[in-house]
């Protein structure tokens, strides 16, 4: 019952898609993405609250969708794209929704940013402009301490209005 | 934002290795002893410490109460008190030698209720103590109350529960210490308050403080949660000293839960007199804390039930008795709002009664007894400028209260869903106006240094928790230094860079290390000026700084830019530093006890909320929050807004669902997911208003923000709750399960009311009388030390 | 940081695969689809597997075919959210798709699937605790111990079934595909449960689910009510599921079930066979819920009191039925209807 020596750790030869980023990696299997991130490709940006996919601190992009990378197996994971924060801004420039967020200081300890900001940018990449109760359903697997969500809902709103304008502006181009 | 800004547990240093704690699993027993033999056979592990590896000292956050050992040596008192620690290459295998160690325990009796530990006075908790198991009683008499009561047209006893809560920040508690070959010591950790962390390693540690740096990474909450030296840094200082690598320890959820100092579980009973017309004629409260298995700041908390009440409704004569009693679980202390949500729960909801009794609307009768700015309490605090009528005005206008609140109803056809207001109030401190340790020095210090490229280096001991603190300092440097908010860059929080500040506590930082910023600014202007007006041949005091130069405003063409003015400054005085120091004012009341509760102002609040209660259920629905905040003075109104809406949450989730509950023995819910936090589904809109009143005690006029709002919001959910369906849940959390209850009460007859209904049998002290300062004219501003140079 | 033991996984391709694969290693191995139910298990060392046979890439378990005239097939690695999304089951299906919704958060649905939201293991607010809380408790029978700590006198485990699309789907009629070394058997989903917190499903080790089929929806209404404290994250405390057919307003064939009252999806079959033949009136609601509420037999050990969750059962079946029947205000809880 209880484990009395160290396993041996079976590693595996993992090719991952980090931010358009291609990454081989030697890690254990048992290595959750989360911990890959940050401990083996330095990607602290990406947080975490519980592990246990209680909070939703840790969500990042696999293919455009929010997952948790505290319950992700990088084995699984091969031959996906995965955006972590440190992918969203272009260029040296903010994001929208990081602009937003700061404008309107929708972070406060920004510990629950990132994962914020990951699920809220695939909410807009799939419908422009939700209605604010459409955001709060997309949010609902985000824990915030700090800020009562307002001010996040806010940005959201804030950042949807910003994004469809350029687009529309882009267009009429 | 970015993710680049780098938590404790985001560091990494160069040869880390990775520490875990082996924590009780017994709720109290004796150390038999430990054997770590089997743990330091493993492969990987670096070293194995417990107690005896330590220096023999106790310590604790109060001076008076000095009870903590980082790893026990002799008994543990909950589950979750560190026994052993371990380094090792990594987490896993750290983990792994833990569960290695074998510890030999004799169980002792667990104490797990306020009853259970006064019932047993045989088994003791800790040896030292206001009586067996109480860790301090309180008593405090201002003016007759009996009389009072005599006087009054309506005296209402009430009984209430205030279940205890913790933080819950996102980021669990991380540190990462470094003994240097050097023999100094550093620590990053996630703390409100490296000063006191500093203070009390050298001391747990037996090393010089002069050798002990403390820098306080940026922290992913705190809410009061991060305000005492814990178990897990001390052990990775000295497991760095033994392996003289980094050390690095992050704890896990569960952990945090064990950390705690949260909210006190609080039993009250509250006695209140009223004039016909809603006038208090006196108040006394009794309070019992459940505080845990040690000390931690609940000496103050325990005052803190009892001293602050008064502050917000005229309250001629006053009597507080208060105890705290040690149980085998997780210490409490000082969560947002410290001790004061629970004594203000019972107010308001008392309020909410009385004006039922007494056939008012409970708006009008609360904006009634607002208390006089400029006056004392009861209790000798000083109340300087107070916006709460004006709150009041302001969310009963914004809510449409009046329309809404449709009168004193009795019980109507039953149909599924009701709907009702609540409305409730608060007062707040703005920084406790006393130190931990009692010392004549600064409670804040700011440094500021002018370099010649026209950048601004303001290093300031505070850290910011999320409250927005470094860049409310940097505007207030910015301002009074006409330059751009950019120019200014915060230092925060490194004991050997950055002057003592006290931490990011009691909403403290915006006042105080606010108005050491704006000293310090203004004495470096006062050199640049100097340096200007020389060159200009105009007097110093024709000068002023705006837009980035400094110049006349009459003949601005000359105006220099502040770069430049910098380097005339420096030509003159040399280098540009300047230091700003601040202490509140000394007011404390003149009697023992009169240390807590005196701050330089208050904040206050009022605020409406608006739900529906399903009477199948019992579920509610949150529809609408209004809030009005008497901030003093908005500075940056969007951060004020921020604080403001975080303090509902958290008062929405106290109210609704959270609770730190124990089940034969351990924490029944030590997960995010058990532990119920309010989604962005339970959290509904919340309407900020912000009154200004411009206090004269605070930087620009400020007060805090960060705290008092969430005060009203229990209160205001149990009064709705009752307008909505005629139960009185005289409790938080108020659930669905209680509301049923009360409602199948009514049903057979009973009353509709789910509360405590027995008090504990306890002989409080003689208390301490004092004649009640009530209504005394008290000073508009007071000559605050080492503020002697500036006008007011 | 939490972490999962070590183990060795796994990635098959095929079907045939996977079931080698768990032949292979017998009872040290495990299925992992989804990962979000069994990955914090493991890391609270519930479960420590020396093998995980992964079936993420296995293409004959994804999708959903068929329609709802001649009943749907839904592939047992289908994510939640797309059950949920899924147009002919949101209009044909509407308990399922409710309760696939309703899983935990819009992360977990987009890696949860369905065959491990059927199979998802039993909860006990004294057993979904870290190790070494575990052991501080004293550990129980579900693993490493001996006792029941809920029912300290039981020898048998009462943790609670917490799928909320099993219940649904049980409600629905839905069968379960098979596919194990002994070859390939559909069976009804009721008979996939047994009542005992430690077995609760009525398969072999060896067996892997392959899908989930849907019969034709042929006139049945249904409705999915979930009791939790917050709308995200929670399990539920009690699911209710009803489906039924009308022609107009008698019923002429009905279900009720009941989720996270016992350790297995419970059918209240006395209550349904009362609402057989007969009109959907108020008092016939009534009466149902009261017979409905029989079964419900939660025990202390999850969120919310016991005694609250049995009353609320009552108050659920009521309102999923006057939710069916057209009558009136069913309150919030109710998600969708067809
Ligand atoms: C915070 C949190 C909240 C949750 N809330 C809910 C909730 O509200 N409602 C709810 O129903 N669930 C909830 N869950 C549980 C879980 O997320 C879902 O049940 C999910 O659908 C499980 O699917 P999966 O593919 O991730 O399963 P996995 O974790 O991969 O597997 C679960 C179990 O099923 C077995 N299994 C998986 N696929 C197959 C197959 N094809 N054949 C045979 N066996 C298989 C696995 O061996 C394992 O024992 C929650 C989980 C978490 C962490
Ligand atoms: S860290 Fe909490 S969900 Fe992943
Ligand atoms: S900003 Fe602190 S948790 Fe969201």
Same mark, same amino acid.
């Given at each position: 019952?209880?484990?009395?020596?160290?396993?041996?750790?079976?590693?595996?030869?993992?090719?991952?898609?980090?931010?358009?980023?291609?990454?081989?990696?030697?890690?254990?299997?048992?290595?959750?993405?989360?911990?890959?991130?940050?401990?083996?490709?330095?990607?602290?940006?990406?947080?975490?609250?519980?592990?246990?996919?209680?909070?939703?601190?840790?969500?990042?992009?696999?293919?455009?969708?929010?997952?948790?990378?505290?319950?992700?197996?990088?084995?699984?994971?091969?031959?996906?794209?995965?955006?972590?924060?440190?992918?969203?801004?272009?260029?040296?420039?903010?994001?929208?929704?990081?602009?937003?967020?700061?404008?309107?200081?929708?972070?406060?300890?920004?510990?629950?940013?990132?994962?914020?900001?990951?699920?809220?940018?695939?909410?807009?990449?799939?419908?422009?402009?939700?209605?604010?109760?459409?955001?709060?359903?997309?949010?609902?697997?985000?824990?915030?301490?700090?800020?009562?969500?307002?001010?996040?809902?806010?940005?959201?709103?804030?950042?949807?209005?910003?994004?469809?304008?350029?687009?529309?502006?882009?267009?009429?181009? | 934002?970015?993710?680049?800004?780098?938590?404790?547990?985001?560091?990494?240093?160069?040869?880390?290795?990775?520490?875990?704690?082996?924590?009780?699993?017994?709720?109290?027993?004796?150390?038999?002893?430990?054997?770590?033999?089997?743990?330091?056979?493993?492969?990987?592990?670096?070293?194995?410490?417990?107690?005896?590896?330590?220096?023999?000292?106790?310590?604790?956050?109060?001076?008076?109460?000095?009870?903590?050992?980082?790893?026990?040596?002799?008994?543990?008192?909950?589950?979750?008190?560190?026994?052993?620690?371990?380094?090792?290459?990594?987490?896993?295998?750290?983990?792994?030698?833990?569960?290695?160690?074998?510890?030999?325990?004799?169980?002792?009796?667990?104490?797990?209720?306020?009853?259970?530990?006064?019932?047993?006075?045989?088994?003791?908790?800790?040896?030292?103590?206001?009586?067996?198991?109480?860790?301090?009683?309180?008593?405090?008499?201002?003016?007759?109350?009996?009389?009072?009561?005599?006087?009054?047209?309506?005296?209402?006893?009430?009984?209430?529960?205030?279940?205890?809560?913790?933080?819950?920040?996102?980021?669990?508690?991380?540190?990462?210490?470094?003994?240097?070959?050097?023999?100094?010591?550093?620590?990053?950790?996630?703390?409100?308050?490296?000063?006191?962390?500093?203070?009390?390693?050298?001391?747990?540690?037996?090393?010089?403080?002069?050798?002990?740096?403390?820098?306080?990474?940026?922290?992913?909450?705190?809410?009061?949660?991060?305000?005492?030296?814990?178990?897990?840094?001390?052990?990775?200082?000295?497991?760095?000293?033994?392996?003289?690598?980094?050390?690095?320890?992050?704890?896990?959820?569960?952990?945090?839960?064990?950390?705690?100092?949260?909210?006190?579980?609080?039993?009250?009973? =509250?006695?209140?007199?009223?004039?016909?017309?809603?006038?208090?004629?006196?108040?006394?409260?009794?309070?019992?804390?459940?505080?845990?298995?040690?000390?931690?700041?609940?000496?103050?908390?325990?005052?803190?039930?009892?001293?602050?009440?008064?502050?917000?409704?005229?309250?001629?004569?006053?009597?507080?008795?208060?105890?705290?009693?040690?149980?085998?679980?997780?210490?409490?202390?000082?969560?947002?709002?410290?001790?004061?949500?629970?004594?203000?729960?019972?107010?308001?909801?008392?309020?909410?009664?009385?004006?039922?009794? =007494?056939?008012?609307?409970?708006?009008?009768?609360?904006?009634?007894?607002?208390?006089?700015?400029?006056?004392?309490?009861?209790?000798?605090?000083?109340?300087?400028?107070? #916006?709460?009528?004006?709150?009041?005005?302001?969310?009963?206008?914004?809510?449409?209260?009046?329309?809404?609140?449709? #009168?004193?109803?009795?019980?109507?056809?039953?149909?599924?869903?009701?709907?009702?207001?609540?409305?409730?109030?608060?007062?707040?401190?703005?920084?406790?106006?006393?130190?931990?340790?009692?010392?004549?020095?600064?409670?804040?210090?700011?440094?500021?240094?002018?370099?010649?490229?026209?950048?601004?280096?303001?290093?300031?001991?505070?850290?910011?928790?999320?409250?927005?603190?470094?860049?409310?300092?940097?505007?207030?440097?910015?301002?009074?230094?006409?330059?751009?908010?950019?120019?200014?860059?915060?230092?925060?929080?490194?004991?050997?860079?950055?002057?003592?500040?006290?931490?990011?506590?009691?909403?403290?930082?915006?006042?105080?290390?606010?108005?050491?910023?704006?000293?310090?600014?203004?004495?470096?202007?006062?050199?640049?000026?100097?340096?200007?007006?020389?060159?200009?041949?105009?007097?110093?005091?024709?000068?002023?700084?705006?837009?980035?130069?400094?110049?006349?405003?009459?003949?601005?063409?000359?105006?220099?830019?502040?770069?430049?003015?910098?380097?005339?400054?420096?030509?003159?005085?040399?280098?540009?530093?300047?230091?700003?120091?601040?202490?509140?004012?000394?007011?404390?009341?003149?009697?023992?006890?009169?240390?807590?509760?005196?701050?330089?102002?208050?904040?206050?609040?009022?605020?409406?909320?608006?739900?529906?209660?399903?009477?199948?259920?019992?579920?509610?629905?949150?529809?609408?929050?209004?809030?009005?905040?008497?901030?003093?003075?908005?500075?940056?109104?969007?951060?004020?807004? #921020?604080?403001?809406?975080?303090?509902?949450?958290?008062?929405?989730?106290?109210? =609704?669902?959270?609770?730190?509950?124990?089940?034969?023995?351990?924490?029944?819910?030590?997960?995010?997911?058990?532990?119920?936090?309010?989604?962005? =589904?339970?959290?509904?809109?919340?309407?900020?208003?912000?009154?200004?009143?411009?206090?004269?005690?605070?930087?620009?006029?400020?007060?805090?923000?960060?705290?008092?709002?969430?005060?009203?919001?229990?209160?205001?959910?149990?009064?709705?709750?009752?307008?909505?369906?005629?139960?009185?849940?005289?409790?938080?959390?108020?659930?669905?399960?209680?509301?049923?209850?009360?409602?199948?009460?009514?049903?057979?007859?009973?009353?509709?009311?789910?509360?405590?209904?027995?008090?504990?049998?306890?002989?409080?002290?003689?208390?301490?009388?004092?004649?009640?300062?009530?209504?005394?004219?008290?000073?508009?501003?007071?000559?605050?030390?080492?503020?002697?140079?500036?006008?007011? | 940081?939490?972490?999962?033991?070590?183990?060795?996984?796994?990635?098959?391709?095929?079907?045939?695969?996977?079931?080698?694969?768990?032949?292979?290693?017998?009872?040290?191995?495990?299925?992992?689809?989804?990962?979000?139910?069994?990955?914090?298990?493991?890391?609270?060392?519930?479960?420590?597997?020396?093998?995980?046979?992964?079936?993420?890439?296995?293409?004959?378990?994804?999708?959903?075919?068929?329609?709802?005239?001649?009943?749907?097939?839904?592939?047992?690695?289908?994510?939640?959210?797309? $059950?949920?999304?899924?147009?002919?089951?949101?209009?044909?299906?509407?308990?399922?798709?409710?309760?696939?919704?309703?899983?935990?958060?819009?992360?977990?649905?987009?890696?949860?699937?369905?065959?491990?939201?059927?199979?998802?293991?039993?909860?006990?607010?004294?057993?979904?605790?870290?190790?070494?809380?575990?052991?501080?408790?004293? +550990?129980?029978?579900?693993?490493?111990?001996?006792?029941?700590?809920?029912?300290?006198?039981?020898?048998?485990?009462?943790?609670?079934?917490?799928?909320?699309?099993?219940?649904?789907?049980?409600?629905?009629?839905?069968?379960?595909?098979?596919?194990?070394?002994?070859?390939?058997?559909? $069976?009804?989903?009721?008979?996939?449960?047994?009542?005992?917190?430690?077995?609760?499903?009525?398969?072999?080790?060896?067996?892997?689910?392959?899908?989930?089929?849907?019969?034709?929806?042929?006139?049945?209404?249904?409705?999915?009510?979930?009791?939790?404290?917050?709308?995200?994250?929670? +399990?539920?405390?009690?699911?209710?599921?009803?489906?039924?057919?009308?022609?107009?307003?008698?019923?002429?064939?009905?279900?009720?079930?009941?989720?996270?009252?016992?350790?297995?999806?419970?059918?209240?079959?006395?209550?349904?066979?009362?609402?057989?033949?007969?009109?959907?009136?108020?008092?016939?609601?009534?009466?149902?819920?009261?017979?409905?509420?029989?079964?419900?037999?939660?025990?202390?050990?999850?969120?919310?009191?016991?005694?609250?969750?049995?009353? $609320?059962?009552?108050?659920?079946?009521?309102?999923?039925?006057?939710?069916?029947?057209?009558?009136?205000?069913?309150?919030?809880?109710?998600?969708?209807?067809?």
């Amino acid at each position: 019952m209880n484990p009395q020596t160290v396993e041996p750790r079976m590693k595996a030869r993992i090719a991952l898609s980090v931010n358009d980023q291609p990454h081989e990696l030697l890690v254990p299997v048992h290595k959750t993405l989360l911990e890959v991130l940050r401990e083996d490709l330095g990607l602290t940006g990406t947080k975490h609250g519980c592990e246990l996919g209680e909070c939703g601190t840790c969500t990042v992009l696999v293919d455009g969708e929010p997952v948790l990378s505290c319950l992700a197996l990088p084995v699984e994971l091969e031959g996906r794209r995965i955006t972590t924060v440190e992918g969203l801004a272009e260029g040296g420039r903010l994001h929208p929704l990081q602009q937003a967020f700061a404008e309107l200081g929708a972070a406060q300890c920004g510990y629950c940013t990132p994962g914020v900001l990951l699920t809220a940018q695939a909410l807009l990449a799939a419908e422009a402009l939700p209605p604010r109760d459409r955001i709060r359903e997309a949010l609902a697997g985000n824990l915030c301490r700090c800020t009562g969500y307002t001010k996040i809902l806010d940005a959201v709103e804030l950042a949807a209005l910003r994004l469809s304008r350029g687009a529309r502006a882009g267009a009429g181009r | 934002m970015t993710g680049e800004t780098r938590y404790a547990d985001d560091l990494v240093l160069p040869r880390m290795a990775h520490a875990k704690l082996l924590r009780s699993s017994h709720a109290h027993a004796r150390i038999r002893g430990i054997d770590t033999t089997r743990a330091r056979a493993l492969p990987g592990v670096l070293a194995v410490i417990t107690g005896a590896d330590l220096p023999r000292v106790r310590f604790g956050i109060l001076p008076v109460s000095q009870d903590e050992e980082a790893l026990c040596t002799e008994k543990v008192r909950m589950v979750g008190d560190a026994v052993a620690a371990v380094a090792a290459v990594d987490e896993e295998t750290a983990e792994q030698a833990c569960r290695l160690i074998d510890v030999a325990w004799e169980p002792l009796p667990a104490l797990m209720s306020i009853e259970e530990s006064l019932a047993h006075p045989e088994v003791r908790i800790h040896e030292y103590g206001d009586g067996p198991n109480v860790h301090k009683s309180v008593a405090l008499q201002f003016g007759d109350v009996e009389a009072a009561f005599a006087r009054a047209d309506l005296v209402r006893e009430d009984t209430f529960y205030y279940e205890g809560s913790t933080h819950l920040p996102l980021e669990q508690h991380a540190a990462v210490a470094h003994w240097g070959p050097d023999g100094k010591l550093t620590l990053w950790s996630s703390t409100q308050t490296p000063h006191y962390v500093h203070r009390l390693l050298a001391k747990i540690l037996d090393v010089p403080a002069a050798h002990v740096r403390v820098v306080a990474a940026p922290v992913g909450g705190g809410f009061g949660g991060k305000l005492d030296p814990f178990a897990h840094e001390i052990a990775a200082c000295h497991l760095s000293r033994l392996t003289g690598r980094p050390v690095k320890i992050a704890l896990t959820r569960e952990e945090v839960f064990y950390v705690h100092r949260g909210r006190h579980p609080v039993l009250m009973w =509250l006695k209140t007199g009223f004039t016909r017309q809603g006038d208090i004629t006196g108040c006394h409260i009794k309070t019992w804390l459940d505080g845990g298995a040690y000390g931690s700041y609940g000496v103050a908390s325990t005052f803190y039930t009892g001293v602050i009440n008064p502050v917000s409704y005229k309250m001629p004569v006053y009597k507080f008795e208060g105890a705290r009693i040690f149980t085998n679980k997780p210490p409490c202390g000082p969560k947002r709002g410290h001790g004061t949500p629970q004594p203000r729960f019972a107010l308001e909801v008392q309020l909410d009664r009385a004006a039922e009794q =007494l056939g008012l609307d409970p708006a009008a009768m609360r904006r009634r007894i607002v208390t006089e700015p400029f006056t004392k309490t009861a209790n000798h605090l000083t109340v300087t400028t107070t #916006g709460l009528a004006e709150c009041i005005d302001r969310v009963v206008e914004a809510s449409g209260w009046r329309t809404k609140w449709r #009168g004193w109803r009795a019980g109507e056809a039953p149909s599924e869903k009701k709907r009702g207001v609540g409305l409730a109030c608060s007062a707040y401190m703005t920084g406790a106006g006393t130190a931990i340790y009692w010392n004549a020095m600064p409670h804040s210090g700011v440094v500021l240094r002018a370099d010649r490229s026209g950048a601004v280096a303001l290093l300031c001991g505070a850290t910011d928790i999320g409250q927005g603190s470094d860049s409310i300092l940097a505007s207030f440097a910015a301002e009074v230094l006409g330059i751009a908010l950019k120019d200014v860059h915060v230092h925060p929080a490194d004991t050997t860079l950055t002057p003592v500040d006290l931490g990011s506590y009691s909403s403290r930082v915006t006042l105080m290390c606010g108005m050491a910023t704006i000293q310090a600014a203004e004495r470096l202007r006062g050199a640049i000026f100097e340096a200007v007006a020389k060159k200009l041949e105009v007097a110093p005091g024709a000068l002023v700084a705006r837009g980035g130069r400094v110049g006349v405003p009459e003949d601005w063409d000359t105006a220099v830019p502040f770069a430049q003015a910098v380097e005339l400054g420096e030509a003159m005085h040399g280098v540009l530093a300047f230091p700003g120091s601040y202490a509140p004012p000394r007011r404390a009341g003149k009697y023992k006890g009169g240390g807590v509760g005196p701050s330089p102002c208050y904040s206050y609040t009022a605020s409406v909320v608006d739900l529906s209660v399903d009477e199948e259920t019992g579920e509610i629905e949150l529809h609408d929050v209004w809030i009005a905040h008497d901030v003093g003075r908005a500075l940056n109104p969007l951060l004020v807004e #921020g604080q403001v809406e975080g303090s509902v949450y958290m008062g929405i989730g106290e109210a =609704l669902m959270e609770e730190q509950v124990f089940r034969k023995g351990l924490h029944k819910t030590p997960s995010m997911l058990d532990y119920k936090s309010p989604t962005t =589904l339970e959290t509904p809109d919340i309407h900020t208003i912000l009154v200004e009143t411009d206090d004269p005690e605070g930087p620009f006029g400020a007060k805090e923000a960060g705290q008092g709002p969430l005060l009203p919001i229990m209160p205001a959910i149990a009064n709705a709750v009752y307008h909505a369906v005629g139960v009185r849940i005289d409790e938080v959390p108020i659930t669905p399960d209680k509301i049923l209850r009360a409602l199948e009460a009514r049903r057979r007859g009973k009353p509709a009311r789910v509360g405590p209904e027995k008090l504990p049998l306890f002989a409080f002290k003689e208390p301490v009388v004092v004649e009640s300062a009530f209504g005394q004219p008290a000073d508009a501003v007071v000559v605050r030390p080492f503020q002697a140079e500036r006008l007011a | 940081m939490m972490r999962l033991p070590p183990f060795t996984y796994v990635a098959a391709r095929t079907l045939a695969e996977a079931a080698a694969a768990l032949a292979e290693h017998g009872a040290d191995a495990m299925l992992v689809a989804g990962g979000t139910d069994l990955y914090p298990n493991m890391k609270r060392r519930q479960f420590e597997p020396k093998v995980l046979v992964g079936l993420r890439g296995i293409r004959e378990l994804a999708g959903v075919r068929g329609s709802a005239r001649e009943g749907l097939t839904l592939g047992a690695g289908t994510t939640l959210a797309a $059950v949920a999304a899924h147009r002919e089951i949101v209009t044909h299906y509407p308990a399922l798709a409710t309760a696939a919704g309703l899983v935990s958060s819009p992360q977990l649905r987009n890696m949860g699937t369905l065959g491990g939201n059927v199979c998802v293991d039993t909860r006990c607010n004294y057993y979904n605790q870290s190790f070494e809380w575990r052991r501080a408790i004293g +550990f129980c029978m579900k693993k490493d111990g001996d006792v029941c700590l809920v029912a300290p006198g039981s020898p048998r485990c009462w943790a609670v079934s917490s799928s909320d699309t099993a219940p649904a789907l049980v409600s629905l009629g839905a069968a379960v595909r098979l596919v194990g070394g002994g070859g390939e058997r559909t $069976v009804p989903l009721a008979a996939l449960y047994h009542d005992d917190g430690i077995e609760y499903l009525a398969k072999r080790r060896d067996e892997i689910v392959t899908d989930i089929l849907l019969p034709p929806v042929d006139g049945w209404r249904s409705a999915y009510l979930k009791l939790r404290r917050r709308g995200s994250f929670d +399990f539920p405390v009690l699911g209710v599921a009803v489906a039924a057919r009308l022609e107009g307003a008698v019923v002429r064939d009905a279900r009720i079930v009941l989720g996270a009252v016992a350790s297995r999806p419970r059918l209240a079959e006395k209550a349904a066979a009362a609402l057989v033949g007969r009109r959907l009136t108020p008092e016939l609601i009534a009466a149902v819920a009261e017979l409905a509420a029989g079964p419900s037999k939660p025990l202390d050990n999850t969120d919310f009191t016991h005694p609250y969750r049995k009353k $609320v059962t009552r108050v659920f079946v009521a309102r999923a039925l006057r939710a069916l029947g057209g009558l009136g205000d069913a309150g919030r809880a109710v998600e969708a209807i067809a």
